[in-house]
């Protein structure tokens, strides 16, 4: 049996369900910190079985979901299921005091349309305590304000340029459709009679130290340049191999055997090439080697600008979170590689057929308007059906009226239509691949997303 909750009223419309009224599993309640509110908290957050449990009674409607918690060993990972919905947000590290110990935030948007609902807290990445959850009405959406349909490359070739406008005109109407991987993206026109509006590419099995190890490029520009021609945008990324110093074993880490080897190259913990040495460096080998790793990938661009392909370019992506040797010196090095490589291919390989897209979403890691024109999440939710409520609210504060924002990697496909009820607009989706791709979904909520007269797929 389900507990009904202990409403505590704030301001007008406001719930909030105190974590220590819940149905509680594989966690307790403490009392130890202070600054909770009610009659305590609940802690021990720490195994895979670990939630609270609560139903109510409130009206229709979006709420806002706050969410009152004490995290002093770092940013963690929340899980909730609302009413079957999941949604997934971030804890910001909290205060380590015992006179401040708890901080609240909005971790997203949820909707509530049953006489009873049901809302489910998951461990998620665990060791945090929660002391309750909140559920405010949310307000209407800000106006979407379009951004200038200029590109950061003043000499952005006309198709560029038209690729762009398109983007911009359609921005806020609903979204275009994406898929990595040609496989993918035959499966979607299977099973939905629909061809996705981008097709995702990668240049990691051009990265020379890859191929120096019998890495093996099989014409992937050349089909990618028949899409385009087949009406398909274009994006690209790069998984881009360290230039020297793959550890190429398996290792161990925290306990456990990682396979290192050179064809993970691109993870931080498979090679031990330090960027931040090699940009100090400009004379040094170190240096040398990124410039030629980026004329190796220069030669594959300038096919697609031969054949007049615009191209969503995505490099450095993720580069925030560490796992890439490109982002594992921190946001400097980063940003002056970004700078390094735009400036080498615009300026030295002449290539104008570009849409640069940045792909770090924290504010102390963006190198600058002047050198962005799209910026872009790549999210994995623990449901496909989450909103993105949280990352799209951070971003469209920061970017309303200044740059597109498009979901540039995503679990499996997003509902679009949701989406769009929640205020969430991005400019595009790209599905990843394999269990995150559009294979694994099943074949009614594949139709669902596509057939939405929200999505624009291929004419």
Same mark, same amino acid.
Request: proline residues 3%; aromatic residues 12%.
């Given at each position: 049996m389900l507990l009904t909750a202990i409403f505590l009223s704030l301001?007008?419309?406001?719930?909030?369900?105190?974590?220590?009224?819940?149905?509680?599993?594989?966690?307790?309640?403490?009392?130890?910190?202070?600054?909770?509110?009610g009659t305590g908290y609940v802690t021990d957050l720490t195994k895979d079985a670990s939630q609270l449990t609560w139903s109510a009674k409130l009206p229709k409607g979006?709420?806002?979901?706050?969410?009152?918690?004490?995290?002093?060993?770092?940013?963690?990972?929340?899980?909730?299921?609302?009413?079957?919905?999941?949604?997934?947000g971030m804890l910001p590290r909290t205060a380590a005091s015992a006179n401040a110990s708890f901080a609240r935030v909005t971790v997203g !948007?949820?909707?509530?349309?049953?006489?009873?609902?049901?809302?489910?807290?998951?461990?998620?990445?665990?060791y945090y305590d929660l002391d309750y959850i909140e559920l405010l009405p949310s307000a209407k959406s800000p106006r979407l304000v379009r951004p200038p349909a200029t590109?950061?490359?003043?000499?952005?070739?006309?198709?560029? !340029?038209?690729?762009? !406008?398109?983007?911009?005109?359609?921005?806020?109407?609903?979204?275009?459709?994406?898929?990595?991987?040609?496989?993918?993206?035959?499966? *979607?026109?299977?099973?939905?009679?629909?061809?996705?509006?981008?097709?995702?590419?990668?240049?990691?099995?051009y990265s020379p130290s890859r191929v120096a190890r019998g890495g093996i490029p099989r014409g992937e520009t050349e089909r990618t340049i028949a899409r385009a021609k087949a009406g398909q945008m274009v994006t690209y990324s790069w998984h881009w191999n360290a230039p020297k110093d793959l550890i190429d074993a398996e290792i161990t880490e925290n306990g456990r055997t990682v396979d290192a080897r050179w064809y993970k190259g691109f993870y931080t913990n498979a090679t031990t090439f330090d960027v931040q040495k090699a940009l100090a460096d400009p004379s040094g080998e170190d240096y040398k080697l990124l410039i030629r790793d980026i004329d190796v990938i220069a030669a594959e661009l300038k096919k697609l600008a031969k054949a007049d392909v615009p191209v969503l370019w995505r490099p450095l992506h993720e580069a925030e979170g560490g796992w890439f040797w490109v982002g594992a010196k921190?946001?400097?090095?980063?940003?002056?590689?970004?700078?390094?490589? !735009?400036?080498?291919?615009?300026?030295?390989?002449?290539?104008?057929?570009?849409?640069?897209?940045?792909?770090? *979403?924290?504010p102390e890691w963006y190198p600058g308007d002047d050198s962005v024109d799209i910026i872009g999440a790549d999210l994995y939710p623990a449901d496909r059906r989450d909103a993105t409520a949280s990352t799209w609210d951070d971003l469209f504060s920061r970017f309303n009226g200044k740059k597109l924002l498009a979901l540039t990697e995503y679990g499996q496909a997003p509902?679009?239509?949701?989406?769009?009820?929640?205020? *969430?607009?991005?400019?595009?989706?790209?599905?990843?691949?394999?269990?995150?791709?559009?294979?694994?979904?099943?074949?009614?909520?594949?139709?669902?997303?596509?057939?939405?007269?929200?999505?624009?797929? *291929?004419?």
């Open positions: 301001v007008a419309g406001s719930t909030r369900l105190e974590a220590e009224t819940a149905q509680l599993t594989d966690v307790r309640v403490a009392t130890q910190m202070a600054g909770f509110s979006i709420y806002d979901l706050v969410v009152g918690y004490s995290a002093p060993n770092g940013e963690k990972g929340f899980d909730a299921v609302v009413d079957g919905f999941g949604l997934s !948007r949820v909707e509530v349309n049953k006489p009873t609902t049901q809302f489910v807290v998951k461990k998620g990445w665990g590109l950061s490359d003043s000499n952005a070739t006309p198709a560029a !340029r038209r690729l762009f !406008r398109r983007l911009v005109a359609a921005y806020g109407n609903g979204m275009f459709s994406g898929q990595y991987d040609a496989k993918e993206n035959n499966h *979607v026109q299977a099973k939905t009679g629909k061809m996705p509006a981008v097709f995702g590419n990668d240049f990691m099995d921190g946001p400097a090095p980063c940003k002056q590689l970004w700078l390094l490589m !735009r400036d080498r291919l615009i300026s030295h390989h002449k290539l104008h057929n570009l849409i640069w897209v940045w792909n770090s *979403v924290r509902e679009v239509d949701r989406m769009l009820r929640f205020g *969430v607009r991005w400019s595009y989706f790209v599905s990843w691949t394999g269990p995150l791709g559009a294979s694994a979904m099943k074949d009614e909520d594949l139709r669902r997303v596509y057939t939405s007269r929200k999505v624009f797929n *291929v004419k």
